[in-house]
């Protein structure tokens, strides 16, 4: 069984920067590929990002490509989302999951664990 901890979410104005974390306790980190999803109020969850077992591969939905970089520490581990160049529209709740395949997918079902989310809110 492992647990996520997403943590590193806020208040920003639109232009700047944050950086999301998320711990992962229990399992074997290293094995599972990991993705960062997010939530705007009245919408449906939507993938952000992915990244390799390894972190060989990345895979971003378009609207983030060029502005957000994931990546992760084997040692520590823990994955990141350094969010740059923020837009009113990245405003969401941001979750971190898991996927055994280990390889980085797009589709939430393919996640098995998933964290409790934290809050990005962009000011324009």
Same mark, same amino acid.
């Given at each position: 069984?492992?647990?996520?901890?997403?943590?590193?979410?806020?208040?920003?104005?639109?232009?700047?920067?944050? $950086?999301?974390?998320?711990?992962?306790?229990?399992?074997?980190?290293?094995?599972?590929?990991?993705? =960062?999803?997010?939530?705007? @109020?009245?919408?449906?969850?939507?993938?952000?990002?992915?990244?390799? =077992?390894?972190?060989?591969?990345?895979?971003?939905?378009?609207?983030?490509?060029? $502005?957000?970089?994931?990546?992760?520490?084997?040692?520590?581990?823990?994955?990141?989302?350094?969010?740059?160049?923020?837009? @009113?529209?990245?405003?969401?709740?941001?979750?971190?999951?898991?996927?055994?395949?280990?390889?980085?997918?797009?589709?939430?079902?393919?996640?098995?664990? =998933?964290?409790?989310?934290?809050?990005?809110?962009?000011?324009?």
């Amino acid at each position: 069984q492992m647990q996520l901890v997403e943590s590193g979410g806020g208040l920003v104005q639109a232009g700047g920067s944050l $950086r999301l974390s998320c711990a992962a306790y229990g399992g074997t980190f290293s094995s599972y590929a990991m993705g =960062w999803f997010r939530q705007a @109020p009245g919408k449906e969850r939507e993938f952000a990002a992915a990244i390799s =077992w390894r972190g060989g591969n990345t895979v971003y939905v378009d609207s983030v490509k060029g $502005r957000f970089t994931i990546s992760r520490d084997n040692v520590k581990n823990t994955v990141y989302l350094q969010m740059n160049s923020l837009k @009113p529209e990245d405003t969401a709740v941001y979750y971190c999951a898991a996927d055994a395949l280990g390889v980085g997918s797009s589709k939430s079902y393919e996640y098995e664990y =998933w964290g409790r989310g934290t809050q990005v809110t962009v000011s324009s």
